[in-house]
Structures are given as structure tokens and as C-alpha cells.
């Protein structure tokens, strides 16, 4: 279907035990992780408190792949200092919660990072048709964010496909980035069909019922088909 190098997955963390995250860490990372997704939350844009610089420096500590920092929190330019720490950190802030968009995402360029902007599912895709060019990904998010274990909203999909046209069309460089409730079935093999090119997995890959290694090797073969 896809090539495994076209395809990117990245564990979310905040599905992790965090008592015995380091380890969790670098056994994803082992077992064949792309990117270490990293959400970060302040209980003001979304409801939930996740963690703060001191856990994302144990996380980048245990892994040599890049870390897909989500930043789910109001005006993230003022803490962009404590997360981005390295230049393979990718930082992701939302439309929805940066006053000055455009301003933002050049800030975390002229760092050296990558940058994305996620859009929640009630945002249009129009919040980032203005800051596109300047994107390494948009990150379309497939339930309303805060909480892992939510289910995947199919109308994400048409969203991922008409985002894909405009890039495309614009022959801009961003990839499509999916996260929430993306699993080793119909929503990793349609994400990707409709233009995906970087899965993030929570609760599919840290879970009770299989090894990390079985549930990569899950998620990894159910993209390739």
C-alpha cells in the first residue's frame, strides 16, 4: 500500500506507565519508532495537565529519535525555550491557541526546529492555508484534544484529503500528521489512504493486552498492507 519509509509512526507517550517510562521509552524506540510524540498540556487550552520540561528531558534522554513535541497549551512562543531544546525536537503548536500564528511558527524556524500546527476537529482548514508554506507538517487532530483512549472521528479523513490536495496543489513540503485514535485497523490504513504520512498512537501501541514490539509490529504492518 505505502512504502515503510513514506509512512511515519509515532508513540504518544502520555499513553505510557509513566513509573516505568524511561524504559518504555527506549523499547519503542527499539522497536522501531520514528518519532516519540510528546504531549504537552496545561489545563488552560485543554482541561487536562499532562507534564513539563523536567519529563520531556527524561524522555529525550532514553531515545535517539526525534521528539514530536505537541503543545497543547495558550500562547506556547512564551515556553518555547523549555521545550525545544535540541534541533531534532519538532514543536507543534495549535492555531487555536496563538494570538499571533504566523509570528509563532517563525520563531520555532529561525531555532532550527521543525514546526507544525495542529488543527482541532470544529477548525478549518483555513486556520493554516497562511502559514503553510512555512510548515514541516500540519498535524490534523482526529478527536478534540486532552484525553488519550478517545475514538477516532471518521470526518477527519475528508479533512486529510483536502488538506493533501492543497499541499499538492501548492507543491508546498508539509506531511500530514493524524493523532487520536488511530489503531492497527481502518483508521491507520485510511488516514494514510487519504494523505497521512505521520500516525500518531497512543493506546495502540501502549496497552495491556500486547508487547510493544507486537503492537509496532501491528501498527506497522497494518500500514503497509
Partial sequence: MVSKAKVLIAPSVLSADFADLGRQVREVTEAGADLIHVDVMDGVFVPAISFGEVVVDAIRANTDVPLNI????????????????VETDQILVHAEACSHLHRTVSRIKDRGNQVGVAINPGTSISAVEEVLPLLDMVMVMSVNPGASGQSFIPQSLDKIRRLKAIIDQAEYSAQIEVDGGV????????????GATILVAGSAIFNDRQSIPEAMKGMRGCILG
Fill in 183 to 194: 489503531k492497527a485497523d481502518w483508521t491507520a490504513q485510511d488516514s494514510v489512504k487519504a
Fill in 70 to 85: 505537541h503543545l497543547m497549551i495558550q500562547e506556547p512562543e512564551n515556553l518555547l525555550s523549555t521545550f525545544a531544546k
